[in-house]
Every structure is written in structure tokens, then in C-alpha cells.
């Protein structure tokens, strides 16, 4: 998991990006598009075409970093392009990279009643 810092966003860049692009097209992409800072110290989050690739930007304070994910099979629960850009939480976040519908996610356990 991607050690996501207290007070830092999440932002997911709604629709689909052109996943050749590397630290300095997303960056850029993250200025012009998005209208934001990447240097910020905030996360974003860019999905590919097919669905099954998203990239992560992120800068420490110290450096740019670029995470990658690739689903074996299915695909990431993304929003449509007419959303934008989306603030999630760091839990829905990960929530995202484990595959789970990030919007809804479903317990898998039942509170036991009181009896």
C-alpha cells in the first residue's frame, strides 16, 4: 500500500489517460486538466483505456514518484468523464487497488445480535 500521508487527497482524474505518458506528461496533465499543484503532496490517479492499468502521482516533498497497477483480470471502478476530476479517501483508494468497488464496498462479515 501506498504510504498515503495524513491530510494528503486523493484525486481520480475522471475518463480515460494515455498511459505511455510518464512523471513529466501526467504532471503536466495534473497543472493543465486538472487545474491543481502536483507538487502539493496530494495523490493522483489516472486509468488507462482498457481499464485494467492505473498510475498514481505523487510527490513526498522530496521527489516525484509514479505508482503502477495492473489488474489480472477485471477492471477499476472508474468515473465517467463528465465527473471530472473526484476527491476519494485514502481507504477508498485502497480499497481501489484491491480490486473492490471503491464507491460501495460490501462487508464480508455480519455483527452478531446481542442475545
Do not use: C
Request: no cysteine.
Amino acid at each position: 500500500m501506498i504510504p498515503v500521508p495524513s491530510g494528503a487527497r486523493v484525486w481520480l482524474a475522471a475518463g480515460h489517460t494515455d498511459m505511455r505518458k510518464g512523471f513529466d506528461g501526467l504532471a503536466l496533465m495534473v497543472q493543465e486538466t486538472l487545474r491543481r499543484d502536483p507538487h502539493a503532496g496530494d495523490l493522483y490517479v489516472f486509468r488507462g483505456r482498457r481499464g485494467n492499468l492505473i498510475k498514481i502521482l505523487w510527490h513526498d516533498g522530496l521527489g516525484m514518484s509514479l505508482y503502477a497497477k495492473r489488474l489480472e483480470r477485471g477492471h477499476f471502478i472508474w468515473p465517467s468523464p463528465a465527473d471530472g476530476v473526484i476527491a476519494i479517501s485514502a481507504s477508498q483508494l485502497g480499497y481501489m487497488l484491491e480490486g473492490i468497488d471503491w464507491r460501495n464496498p460490501i462487508r464480508s462479515w455480519r455483527p452478531q445480535a446481542a442475545g
